[in-house]
């Protein structure tokens, strides 16, 4: 999704100078670290420019959430640029996915036990691929039990946490491009391009995946590449980022 005709050119916020005040608007591309969370992101972000280059009550936020299990591009916008946060959340995202098969685990990642499911090893990188492109499309896709959806005012993982029986309607989502890169016979790991809508979950993406091959599948890695017009080739990691506030505050 473009910008609105009355926002100023993308690159007048990319650039980064120390003359430049960031309270007229910046947009801060960082490669977020595992075990991270998007909000931690912004937090020293924020802290570092409030406490070591004297912004004040400076905002910041980001355009998407990243879960702390995945790597990768966060858009973090800063000051003036806050306002267009909402447009740029709304654009396609695209990961470099690694999907597990043949076991599956109740959040559909790392970050619940990991329980055997079906046979994988008479899967061939064709019967893979097939399986994948057939997802691509616009679908209606459940949500992970362990998500942030709210089910009657709470949220959907602390109720899951609880061991409470709950479910989750479809919404609709895009998958654009589902693709298989490279395929580890031996361990059952396929590793995927895949370009989305907003609001898909990666995790659902690996469940639907395993069903369909019935041999059970969960998300074992992921990284974010790129988020709408801005890819992971231009962003910096934190401490770079720390680097340069140091530099700049003297």
Known sequence: MPFSSSAPDVADFLLLSPQKNLANGHILLIDKPLAWTSFDVVGKVRYLLRHRLGYGKLKVGHAGTLDPLATGLVVVCIG???KFAGELTNEDKRYVASFTLGARTPSHDLETPVARGGDFEHFSEEDIRRAMRSMEGEVMQVPPLFSAKRVEGKRAYALARLG??????????????????????????????????????IRSIARDLGEKLGCGAYLSALRRT????FTLDDAVSITDFEGWVELVAG
């Open 226 to 229: 790129a988020s709408g017009r």
């Open 164 to 201: 409470e029986e709950i479910s989750l309607p479809p919404v609709p989502v895009a998958i654009h491009r589902f693709q298989l890169l490279s395929y580890d016979p031996l361990n059952g790991v396929a590793v995927a391009d895949i370009l989305c809508s907003k609001g898909t979950y």
């Open 80 to 82: 003036k640029a806050t």
